[in-house]
């Protein structure tokens, strides 16, 4: 009897409360894959007993399905039972609610293979319900290794580039677990931008294509943009982990100044999410002053002394402008017409 050979790829998609509509366009997109020789692990981060019909429907369908089941114990967790689980030479992660393009494992697995790479990135469009935005990290391909992969490095603190976020991507399993790069538990926000700085740090060979690979969905009322009482705690001990990765590793003192634009970046997001959220509770002025109370805190307070403009869009550039002058009504306002477009985007 023929010993039955791993596949090629092991994509893994972490699930928890995710409409069924939305996993099943994200299995309807990896079941019309060019390349075949892929498994999917299908981690359920809670009782997958309402999603067992689709399941087995896909199944049916000839597509390879592992489905387990954890208690809830966050996205970290669920994408490390998946690496553990994995039987592909290529690990792919994939989040429930976006889908990738037909050709995009057969491209990447080719670019790897060919390439000997340890990390492969394409390019992906962010969708907004009825419109897209194709998001180009660089204009051409390029291979990050020896002296100039400090430059991918710190594009991951870059959260703009891309670069940070692990979907999108295809990793060499062997890479993975021989420097045992895995996802910190502990952290519940940033995590794949933590993961992907330890990886980039140990990879000998990066590969960047400028073929499109990812649709990520963009969905307003996500976790990510819900009013919580532990948002800003979140966040700082991810930036943390990220500051502490950088202090282990001497030879990466290059990147903190970019760090701290990765930190700042991060700030914005409090701003929308937190500080001035409509769901906080507190009225403006109140707003304001524990928003100062805020900037207060030694990693803030010393991220905004090292702003480098250059590294956000033009409006992220107003907001830190009014910030570091004060200007904490202007920033307030940008934060309300921030959350009339998240309504607006909800109903597309």
Request: glycine residues 4%.
């Given at each position: ?283 403006g002025k109140e707003q304001i002053r524990e928003f100062k109370k805020l900037l207060k805190q030694p990693m803030f307070d010393t991220a905004l002394k090292h702003i480098h403009f250059e590294d956000f869009s033009k409006t992220r550039q107003i907001t830190l402008a009014c910030i570091k002058c ?23």
């Open positions: 009897m023929m010993e039955k050979e791993n596949p090629q790829i092991s994509v893994i998609i972490p699930i928890y409360h995710v409409e069924i509509s939305l996993l099943e366009r994200c299995l309807n997109g990896l079941e019309k894959q060019t390349e075949q020789d892929f498994e999917v692990l299908l981690v359920f981060d809670e009782d997958m007993s309402n999603y067992n019909s689709l399941v087995e429907k896909f199944r049916k369908r000839k597509l390879k399905i592992k489905a387990m089941e954890r208690e809830h114990q966050g996205v970290s967790a669920a994408r490390n039972k998946g690496i553990q689980n994995a039987e592909g030479k290529w690990i792919a992660f994939v989040d429930a609610d976006d889908w990738m393009e037909d050709d995009a494992l057969k491209i990447q697995l080719k670019t790897g293979e060919e390439q000997n790479a340890d990390i492969v990135m394409g390019e992906h469009i962010m969708e907004y319900g009825t419109t897209s935005q194709l998001h180009q990290y660089l204009k051409a391909s390029q291979v990050f290794e020896y002296g100039n992969k400090e430059i991918f490095e710190k594009d991951i603190l870059k959260p703009q580039t891309g670069a940070g976020f692990v979907w999108g991507k295809l990793f060499r399993k062997d890479f993975l677990i021989e420097n045992k790069i895995y996802f910190n538990e502990n952290l519940s926000a940033a995590e794949d931008a933590e993961f992907m700085f330890r990886a980039a740090c140990d990879a000998k060979r990066i590969v960047y294509i400028t073929e499109l690979c990812y649709h990520y969905w963009y969905n307003a009322s996500s976790a990510v943009r819900r009013y919580q009482k532990d948002y800003v705690q979140k966040y700082v001990k991810s930036m943390k982990a990220l500051e502490k990765d950088i202090d282990e590793r001497k030879d990466k003192e290059y990147c903190r100044e970019t760090y701290y634009s990765c930190v700042l970046y991060h700030l914005l997001l409090i701003v929308i999410n937190y500080s001035f959220h409509p769901q906080s509770g507190l009225k004060h200007f904490y009504f202007g920033v307030r306002m940008i934060a309300k017409i921030r959350h009339k477009q998240f309504k607006n985007y909800s109903k597309r």
